[in-house]
């Protein structure tokens, strides 16, 4: 059964800093990985998807990399501002069912 | 483009009564999700659609929870009778090409639930 853990649970940073969020799952039988925000009261934004065929992706102040073999994923971002401030979910589909699973998230705090 | 639509964005019950939550996903994307956030917890799986179809639904309570989409676009989740733990905030996701690698979930606002 896949299991997705995201640590730290929450995180506060000076506004400027680079930062790394970790995902970490079980099983390494993935389609793709997905990043997501959220912010309070809100849906959720897609940020990157990475297929299992990919080791990165990166838009803007983002990049995520992949690592199957030993079940990780970070989400790095670059030069933090204030709204970066927001909870950061992983989501992992699985190949077996394509079924989602989703982490717990990393609530992050930039501070001006 | 316009986004996945949800409604109401919040709602107030008390236990054993019941509620319809309603979502319109973006046109055109053929799959449709519905999912439980319990607060400080990740999205959970409560039933996915493909067209008017149902794909998954082995994690929805059976015995409470109810959804439909009828016509392939618009859909509806219900529940009753509500009990406390079902206080959450209820997801609604679409996709426009479910199986594909590069499959992307566009998800709506939410519907706040609290039970009491």
């Known amino acids: 059964k896949q299991e997705v853990t995201q640590i730290p649970a929450a995180l506060s940073v000076p506004e400027g800093e680079n930062l790394v969020l970790n995902c970490s799952f079980t099983d390494s039988a993935i389609y793709n990985l997905q990043w997501f925000r959220q912010d309070p009261g809100k849906g959720l934004t897609s940020l990157l998807l990475?297929?299992?065929?990919?080791r990165e992706q990166t838009s803007g102040r983002l990049n995520a990399s992949l690592d199957k073999s030993s079940g990780r994923s970070t989400l790095y971002i670059a030069a933090s501002q204030p709204g970066d401030s927001a909870t950061y979910l992983c989501a992992v589909r699985n190949t077996g069912g394509f079924k989602t699973i989703f982490g717990a998230g990393t609530r992050l705090f930039v501070k001006a | 483009e316009a986004g996945v639509a949800q409604s109401p964005r919040y709602k107030i019950i008390e236990k054993r009564q019941s509620v319809a939550f309603w979502c319109n996903p973006i046109?055109?994307?053929?799959?449709l999700y519905w999912y439980q956030q319990i607060l400080g917890q990740g999205p959970k799986l409560l039933i996915q659609f493909q067209n008017n179809g149902v794909v998954d639904d082995s994690q929805l309570p059976k015995d409470r929870f109810s959804a439909e989409r009828l016509k392939g676009v618009d859909s509806t989740l219900k529940i009753q009778p509500a009990k406390l733990e079902d206080s959450a905030v209820y997801l609604c996701?679409?996709?426009?090409?479910?199986?594909?690698?590069?499959?992307?979930?566009?998800f709506g606002s939410g519907t706040q639930l609290s039970v009491l």
């Open positions: 046109s055109g994307h053929a799959t």
């Open positions: 996701a679409s996709s426009l090409n479910f199986g594909h690698p590069n499959e992307k979930l566009f």
């Open positions: 990475i297929q299992s065929s990919q």
